[in-house]
T-cell receptor, first 116, second 116 residues
Framework: NAGVIQTPRHKVTGKGQEATLWCEPI?????VFWYRQTIVQGLEFLTY????????DSGMPKERFSAQMPNQSHSTLKIQSTQPQDSAVYLC??????????????FGAGTRLSVL | GDSVTQTEGQVTVSESKSLIINCTYS????????LFWYVRYPGEGLQLLLK?????QKGSSRGFEATYNKETTSFHLQKASVQESDSAVYYC?????????????FGKGTHLHVLP
């Protein structure tokens, strides 16, 4: 089991460019989460999917951020017209998705986005 | 909404001394959420340290303990004698118990430095 795989590990974009981040969850896990990590804000929840369906995107900046899960093996986070304040480490996590005590998150190594 | 508060951004402790990292929570969506401590060691991904799903119970792992106190809405992390290898960033987190909601809310994290 390779764990949650995130690509790329580092991405540098110019202001106004688009960035697409990829996540491959652990095989068999039905829930996928995206978080943003910064020194100031800590770990901010962005969005999550269960069985590929979007469940809660309350943390997503509405205008430029979007997330998809076209199949059970990967999810993408797209940021359009990137701004310097989007610079952060973006973390993807998956869980088995069953209720109660089974909602332990398994995190990927993250993608460090730098917007110049 | 639900939230987690960690009052110390950074804690420095000498090796073999005791440690306490404070965590309080506010859960408006559910009375008794699941509570977690996650840890990120240098160069590694974020991983679960311990979890407690029942109020009044204690969780333990790697010499760390945390007790779910519903009266004070606290989940402080403690260790009797820290080691240099415990240097890491520790995140307190909560998740609603509702079977349809697995969103995990994190505190801002506490960076632990253990001096040799």
């Amino acid at each position: 089991n390779a764990g949650v795989i995130q690509t790329p590990r580092h991405k540098v974009t110019g202001k106004g460019q688009e960035a697409t981040l990829w996540c491959e969850p652990i095989s068999g896990h039905s829930a996928v989460f995206w978080y943003r990590q910064t020194i100031v804000q800590g770990l901010e929840f962005l969005t999550y999917f269960r069985n590929q369906a979007p469940i809660d995107d309350s943390g997503m900046p509405k205008e430029r951020f979007s997330a998809q899960m076209p199949n059970q093996s990967h999810s993408t986070l797209k940021i359009q017209s990137t701004q310097p304040q989007d610079s952060a480490v973006y973390l993807c996590a998956s869980s088995s998705g069953t209720g109660g005590s089974q909602n332990t998150l398994y995190f990927g190594a993250g993608t460090r986005l730098s917007v110049l | 909404g639900d939230s987690v508060t960690q009052t110390e951004g950074q804690v420095t402790v000498s090796e073999s001394k005791s440690l306490i990292i404070n965590c309080t929570y506010s859960a408006t969506s559910i009375a008794y959420p699941n509570l977690f401590w996650y840890v990120r060691y240098p160069g590694e991904g974020l991983q679960l340290l311990l979890k407690v799903i029942t109020a009044g119970q204690k969780g333990s792992s790697r010499g760390f303990e945390a007790t779910y106190n519903k009266e004070t809405t606290s989940f402080h992390l403690q260790k009797a004698s820290v080691q240099e290898s415990d240097s890491a960033v520790y995140y307190c987190a909560l998740s609603p118990l509702d079977t349809n909601a697995y969103k995990v809310i994190f505190g801002k994290g506490t960076h632990l430095h253990v001096l040799p």
